[in-house]
């Protein structure tokens, strides 16, 4: 299914969502703001569509596991673009979560060049991949250790 379509579905049953809840409250929804507000309320909707097709095709390029690992690090653009807008400043424990989840993001993110084919009882083959050797058949350019 396309980007704009699953995009399409996850913003319309947000809004479902949204207003089902919104009738257990006495006050309901409420759209009185004023006209100056109506500018900054569409550029966050266009900037929320454009945010979901990039997430999906983050997802179609990279893959489910570290699409979802990457977009943990949204929170910290936010924090960074806070700093530089706002001129927002963080206590020692915020630098610490953010620099947790940096760590977090490489970690889970990284992978080793090499293969773990097969463990078996006191023997280990390990099979070392050669990406300049990466037009050769099945077997050939790899070293068993």
Same mark, same amino acid.
């Given at each position: 299914?396309?980007?704009?379509?699953?995009?399409?579905?996850?913003?319309?049953?947000?809004?479902?969502?949204?207003?089902?809840?919104?009738?257990?409250?006495?006050?309901?929804?409420?759209?009185?703001?004023?006209?100056?507000?109506?500018?900054?309320?569409?550029? &966050? %909707?266009?900037?929320?569509?454009? =945010?979901? !097709?990039?997430?999906?095709? $983050?997802? #179609?390029?990279?893959?489910?596991?570290?699409?979802?690992?990457?977009?943990?690090?949204?929170?910290?653009?936010?924090?960074?673009?806070a700093?530089?807008?706002?001129?927002?400043?963080?206590?020692?424990?915020?630098?610490?979560?953010?620099?947790?989840?940096?760590?977090?993001?490489? &970690? %889970?993110?990284?992978?080793?060049? =090499?293969? !773990?084919?097969?463990?078996? $009882?006191? #023997?280990?083959?390990?099979v070392v991949?050669?990406?300049?050797?990466?037009?050769?058949?099945?077997?050939?350019g790899?070293?068993?250790?």
């Amino acid at each position: 299914m396309s980007p704009l379509i699953t995009g399409s579905f996850i913003s319309l049953f947000a809004m479902l969502g949204t207003i089902f809840l919104s009738l257990f409250y006495d006050s309901g929804i409420n759209f009185a703001f004023q006209s100056t507000a109506w500018p900054s309320i569409f550029g &966050l %909707a266009l900037f929320s569509v454009f =945010t979901i !097709l990039a997430l999906f095709k $983050g997802l #179609k390029l990279l893959g489910p596991t570290k699409t979802s690992i990457l977009s943990t690090s949204e929170p910290l653009f936010g924090v960074v673009i806070a700093m530089i807008l706002f001129q927002e400043r963080l206590t020692l424990v915020q630098w610490l979560g953010a620099a947790g989840v940096i760590a977090g993001a490489v &970690l %889970a993110v990284y992978e080793p060049n =090499t293969d !773990l084919k097969a463990v078996t $009882g006191a #023997k280990t083959e390990l099979v070392v991949s050669d990406p300049i050797q990466a037009d050769l058949k099945p077997g050939q350019g790899q070293s068993k250790l």
